[in-house]
C-alpha cells in the first residue's frame, strides 16, 4: 500500500507572494506517478500538476511548480505570486504506474490574503 | 462536453430511504472510482471498476452496492440511507497505466436528515 502525508492543514499567503505546500509519501512501487489536486469551494476536484517518477525535472505549470527529491519522498507544490483564485482545498496525491488506485493526502487548505 | 458527469449534483433525503447517483464518463477510460469526501475533506476510496470488472472494495457497509453496466457508466446506490452516509461523493475515471491522473465528476452533496 502507499501513504501520502500532508504536514500542513492550513497555509495562508499574501497576494502576489510565493507559498510552498509540503507532501512527502510513500510507496513500494518502482515506478509511480505524483500530483496536486485542487479543490475550491466549488468542490470540483483540478488536477494541478503531475510528476512522472522517473524524470528528476521538476514539472512546471505556469505559476506552479514542484519540488520533487525522489530520495527523500518528498513533494512540494510551489504557487508563486499568488492569486485570489488559488485559494482552495489542495490535495497530494500518488499512484503506481501498473496500479489502478491513486492515495491522496488529507489536504492543506490555502487561505489567499488580499 | 462533461468529462465525468454525475447526477444529481444535491440529493436530500430522509433515513431509511434507497438512494441511487450516477456516473458516467465519455474519455473512453477503463477504470471507473468511487469517493466518499467527509466533513473533514478526507478522501477514501469505495469501489474501483476495471472494465465492468469489481476491482477495488473497500470496508464499506452492504447497504453501498455499485453497479457498472459498462466501461463508461458506475453507478452507486444505497439502501436504508442513515445520517453518517451524508457526505460528498465523487466519481472518478481513470486510464490504467497512462499516469494521466484521475479526472473527477463534479460531486454529489448526499444529505441525510
Known amino acids: 500500500a502507499q501513504t501520502v502525508t500532508q504536514s500542513q492543514p492550513e497555509m495562508s499567503v499574501q497576494e502576489a507572494e510565493t507559498v510552498t505546500l509540503s507532501c512527502t509519501y510513500d510507496t513500494s512501487e518502482s515506478d509511480y506517478y505524483l500530483f496536486w489536486y485542487k479543490q475550491p469551494p466549488s468542490r470540483q476536484m483540478i488536477l494541478v500538476i503531475r510528476q512522472e517518477a522517473y524524470k528528476q525535472q521538476n514539472a512546471t505549470e505556469n505559476r506552479f511548480s514542484v519540488n520533487f527529491q525522489k530520495a527523500a519522498k518528498s513533494f512540494s507544490l510551489k504557487i508563486s505570486d499568488s492569486q485570489l483564485g488559488d485559494a482552495a482545498m489542495y490535495f497530494c496525491?500518488?499512484?503506481?504506474?501498473?496500479?489502478?488506485?491513486?492515495?491522496f493526502g488529507t489536504g492543506t487548505s490555502l487561505t489567499v490574503i488580499p | 462536453d462533461t468529462a465525468v458527469s454525475q447526477t444529481p449534483k444535491y440529493l436530500v433525503t430522509q433515513m431509511g430511504n434507497d438512494k441511487s447517483i450516477k456516473c458516467e464518463q465519455n474519455?473512453?477510460?477503463?477504470?471507473m472510482y468511487w469517493y466518499k469526501q467527509d466533513s473533514k475533506k478526507f478522501l477514501k476510496i469505495m469501489f474501483s471498476y476495471n472494465n465492468k470488472e469489481l476491482i477495488i472494495n473497500e470496508t464499506v457497509p452492504n447497504r453501498f452496492s455499485p453497479k457498472s453496466p459498462d466501461k463508461a457508466h458506475l453507478n452507486l446506490h444505497i439502501n436504508s440511507l442513515e445520517l453518517g452516509d451524508s457526505a460528498v461523493y465523487f466519481c472518478?475515471?481513470?486510464?490504467?497505466?497512462?499516469?494521466?491522473?484521475?479526472?473527477f465528476g463534479s460531486g454529489t452533496r448526499l444529505t441525510v436528515v
Open positions: 474519455l473512453g477510460h477503463d477504470t
Open positions: 472518478a475515471s481513470s486510464q490504467a497505466g497512462q499516469g494521466a491522473g484521475y479526472t
Open positions: 496525491a500518488s499512484g503506481g504506474v501498473t496500479g489502478n488506485q491513486f492515495y
